[in-house]
């Protein structure tokens, strides 16, 4: 077994894809300059959320997100044993490495980190209630920005005798500095809180263990977890969408299985235009949801993409025309996570481990509904609006001829944006000829055939030695990264011919065909009774969860987005395998055992 | 009162009726514990024989003025009244019902014939009767109504041993008041068998179940013959945690002649787990009841039959108090450091949990 994995000095660049490293900005990218640094550390691919290639535009949210990830560990809060974690990019795919403080300074962390987490743990419901406020406005900024192609000449009134001294032409560069800045402040209020909810819910899973060494991470999971929550309620709509259609008799539209036609038979009566009144009105906020990570503009979005929700409206009706009770079961939910608290509790040794077992639950509780319900704000809603600005700006481009399509835009990194605005700014205000028509395609071609080839390299999993044990608390929680997983991936263990290894994320033990799917385009070729093996499943597929019997993924930890949901739906889930979309074939028998965290490719 | 009873219909006023061990495996079951399936033939069967082959004149003639000192003659007349109630008739109706009873036990089991255990059931603790419990008479592997009516009288005829029969005449009580029920249940087949812990053994862990199993007849796990396969259930999720088989060479199974010969096992068979998921999880659920219903850690043997169907084959065969862990003071986890919430918190990420060695 080797002791480390490959420099990232020694990964070779894919056939074809010389000049990848020209697609993003250069402090992303492992640097000859700071060599000693870079070798000495141990990264790790994040695929968690990032399991495809980046196009250059789209490596933005990968930089602004650990950044700020970083910045309130290091610089706001003071996390004691945990500075931020660094970040590259190799061969199109994002690495990580966390960086530890310096043990001289923790004693210095640890006064600042309770003055400052300890005021967020006291006015915890306060500060998220602001929160709330603060994510809307920003929403409702992002939406007011529209890009559209600049006029002729000004409007004589709004313009030129406002007496504003301002133009289209300013207007449309500040809105992209803008779409920039709010994305960046998206980022910096995403981790407010994120990190201290996890480490509340750290100190009350630690207390767990402690008292029961065997307790499974699920059984913690499960106290803590939230009954209503924000992510699953795309999916609510979706199935309240399904009943209005039984109960009002419009059903029948949709086994015409092409959307124009559903919306025309829809149209043509009162209950079909209440019920796309209706449909409109689930719509927004909750159809702005991915049918990915939401970090890539290739990423569909329902919204968008109308025949997504259709769809499984449409697999609901069947469903509940055959009898099926959709409803998620909320008193039968409470009661049973009241019946776990309950008997944990009983079991404990003393009324004073009660005490204490209780007040730690009640501060992961308080914590925890942020931490389910983020991604919805954050990577499904706001992301979604900042990819459809970006599109209607890359139209605009179009119509200019700097390049073909309006995803063409997404070739272009952040900053380039900027130079083909300034472009079309200058060539707009002389008139003249926009240099860009000549200078964006080829490039935008070329890259193109550089992420084409890109995407046959598969990322190794980490790159240089791992430490002896992995300890940083976020990295496992988030990743699913620990010392035996690592192991695993050094080609160690005691992992069986045929068996993989992952996280028991949600318990429970089947065999059946596999479906190994690598991009959110594929999930209509899942079938019922089939085990679902993927990169990574997005909350937004929780549809499809009444179809498949398991989920078997190569990344993510115990509160991967994928595994929350899972839970949820209560199917057998492994996480964090590593290699199960390359291992497995479509049509393999499998065994997949949530409660050991096993898969086993039977035949 | 009826001839007969149902463990499933056992509540405590018909213990006098039943007798302790009835008593005792009806309670069990209805807490949930599944004891080998079975009934009893209570004190109105006894009585309703008794009376039929009107027993009180053949007791007053053979046992007036018994001399208890005169071994030869206590010996002689109480063999004689055993020989008369081993041959007495029952009346129909009471015959009837046992048998009607028995082959009902066997069909849910799908047996002809089901192998039965037959055994006295003592109806008072403080009765003389309870003194003697250890003498009344068991009869094992006993097959078809017939011979279950026989073992019945057998049993009936064990309230006559000369012991019994002294100790009733030195004590003054009266021998024709004296009645006796009988319990016919189900001899457990295992397919497997084992332990089960209430706690983990290895650090006392209370969340969780801890299950010893191997092939055939629970000897060899209990003797240590066999590394038997281990199974970790969480206790309240009911969930398997861990899971480890074992090569299991040999195991102790029936033979033909109703009898128990070790015996070799093929080893694909011997390296393959010997519970399925669900019997692992009625077993945990088995010992949690268990502990619950007698309010402390148990330590309990069990097996899962080959005759009863799929979710009632598993069956508790004996309970008593786990003694290691629950002997020790149990520790406290939050120590008096921790109630700053906050240096809890510190702490926790200070010394992360995957640090531990048993994280």
């Not at chain 1, 997504?308 to 079961?329: V, W």
Request: charged share 25%.
């Amino acid at each position: 077994m080797a002791d480390r994995f490959p420099s990232p000095f020694d990964i070779e660049t894919p056939e074809g894809a010389e000049g990848w490293q020209e697609m993003y900005v250069y402090p992303s990218l492992f640097s000859e300059a700071r060599k000693d640094f870079e070798e000495s550390m141990f990264w790790f691919q994040d695929g968690v959320h990032w399991p495809q290639v980046m196009t250059p535009w789209d490596a933005t949210f990968f930089e602004f997100a650990i950044t700020s990830l970083s910045q309130y560990n290091t610089r706001h809060l003071q996390v004691p044993p945990a500075n931020g974690i660094a970040f590259r990019i190799l061969n199109g795919y994002g690495y990580l490495t966390p960086v530890p403080a310096d043990p001289a300074t923790i004693e210095d962390r640890v006064a600042n980190f309770m003055d400052r987490a300890g005021f967020y743990f006291m006015n915890w419901d306060d500060l998220y209630d602001k929160w709330m406020i603060k994510i809307r406005n920003l929403v409702q900024e992002l939406e007011s920005i529209n890009f559209e192609p600049l006029p002729e000449i000004e409007d004589a009134d709004e313009v030129v005798k406002s007496g504003a001294g301002l133009g289209s032409g300013y207007k449309i560069q500040e809105n992209y500095r803008t779409l920039v800045d709010l994305s960046l402040k998206l980022w910096n209020y995403h981790f407010e809180f994120l990190n201290l909810g996890y480490a509340a819910y750290l100190d009350f899973f630690g207390f767990c263990k402690q008292a029961f060494p065997g307790i499974p991470d699920l059984a913690i999971a499960k106290m803590v977890a939230g009954v209503e929550v924000d992510l699953f309620r795309p999916d609510e709509e979706l199935k309240r969408l399904a009943r209005v259609a039984l109960d009002s008799g419009v059903a029948d539209a949709f086994t015409v299985k092409d959307v124009e036609q559903t919306c025309q038979i829809l149209k043509g009566t009162d209950a079909g235009q209440a019920w796309i009144a209706s449909f409109q009105e689930s719509a927004e906020p909750w159809f702005n949801f991915s049918t990915g990570s939401g970090f890539y503009h290739q990423d569909k979005i329902w919204i968008e993409n109308v025949e997504i929700p259709f769809d499984f409206i449409n697999d609901y009706i069947i469903k509940l025309q055959a009898g099926e009770d959709l409803a998620r079961p909320m008193e039968a939910i409470r009661a049973e996570r009241d019946r776990v608290v309950g008997e944990y509790s009983e079991l404990l040794a003393s009324d004073e481990d009660r005490e204490a077992f209780q007040a730690k639950l009640g501060l992961a509780r308080v914590v925890f509904p942020y931490v389910e319900n983020h991604n919805f704000y954050v990577e499904h809603w706001s992301h979604s609006v900042i990819w459809r600005k970006m599109r209607q700006l890359g139209e605009v481009f179009v119509k200019e001829g700097f390049w073909g399509e309006a995803n063409d835009i997404f070739y272009l990194k952040r900053t380039e944006v900027e130079d083909a605005l300034w472009d079309y700014y200058v060539s707009w205000a002389t008139p003249e000829p926009a240099a860009g028509p000549g200078y964006w395609p080829g490039l935008v071609e070329k890259r193109k055939g550089i992420c084409n080839a890109l995407k046959k390299w598969k990322p190794v999993p980490a790159l240089g030695a791992p430490p002896e044990i992995i300890t940083e608390p976020f990295t496992v929680m988030l990743w699913g990264i620990t010392s035996d997983s690592v192991t695993s991936w050094l080609g160690g263990g005691d992992a069986k011919e045929g068996e993989l290894r992952g996280m028991a994320a949600s318990p429970g033990l089947v065999e059946g065909p596999a479906r190994v799917i690598f991009s959110p385009d594929q999930i209509s070729e899942i079938q019922q009774g089939e085990i679902l093996v993927a990169p990574l499943t997005a909350p937004s597929w929780a549809p499809i969860f009444g179809k498949i019997l398991a989920t078997v993924t190569d990344t993510g930890g115990m509160m991967s987005h994928a595994a929350i949901v899972c839970r949820e739906y209560g199917l057998p889930a492994v996480t964090g395998t590593g290699f199960a979309t390359s291992t497995i074939t479509t049509g393999q028998r499998i065994r997949v055992d949530g409660n050991n965290g096993t898969v086993t490719i039977i035949e | 009162m009826s001839a007969t009873m149902w463990f499933e219909s056992y509540w405590p006023g018909l213990k006098a009726e039943v007798g302790g061990k009835a008593a005792s495996l009806g309670e069990m079951t209805g807490a949930g514990l599944p004891v080998p399936p079975g009934f009893a033939v209570t004190t109105a069967g006894y009585r309703a024989a008794h009376d039929g082959a009107d027993l009180d004149a053949t007791l007053g003639r053979l046992l007036h003025g018994l001399d208890v000192s005169d071994t030869g003659q206590v010996s002689r007349v109480c063999a004689q009244i055993r020989d008369i109630i081993r041959a007495m008739p029952l009346p129909a109706d009471i015959e009837t019902s046992i048998r009607t009873e028995y082959s009902t036990l066997s069909a849910r089991c799908e047996i002809n014939d089901l192998p039965v255990a037959v055994r006295s059931s003592a109806t008072s603790e403080d009765s003389p009767d309870a003194s003697f419990a250890g003498e009344h008479d068991t009869y094992l592997w006993v097959r078809g109504a017939d011979a279950v009516v026989d073992a019945v009288r057998r049993c009936w005829a064990s309230l006559f041993t000369d012991r019994a029969t002294c100790y009733r005449v030195e004590m003054g009580y009266e021998h024709r008041t004296v009645e006796m029920a009988v319990v016919i249940q189900k001899m457990v087949r295992p397919i497997s068998a084992g332990v089960a812990f209430t706690l983990n053994p290895s650090n006392g862990d209370r969340s969780q179940i801890a299950i010893d199993a191997s092939w055939g007849f629970g000897e060899s796990v209990v003797s240590g013959e066999v590394t038997p396969d281990n199974f970790l259930v969480d206790k309240v999720l009911l969930e398997v945690s861990k899971r480890e088989i074992s090569h299991k060479a040999h195991e102790y199974r029936l033979t033909d002649h109703d009898s128990v010969e070790k015996a070799g096992i093929d080893p694909e068979r011997a390296d393959a787990p010997c519970l399925t998921d669900r019997q692992i999880k009625a077993i945990a659920l088995l010992a949690k009841t268990a502990e619950k219903h007698y309010g402390c850690p148990q330590d309990i043997e069990w097996a899962v039959d080959m005759d009863l169907p799929e979710g009632e084959n598993v069956i508790l065969l004996q309970a008593r108090p786990e003694t290691v862990w629950s002997k020790k003071p149990r520790q406290s986890v939050a120590g008096g450091a921790d109630k700053n919430p906050m240096a809890s918190i510190v702490s926790t990420l200070m010394n992360p949990l995957y640090a531990r060695k048993d994280g």
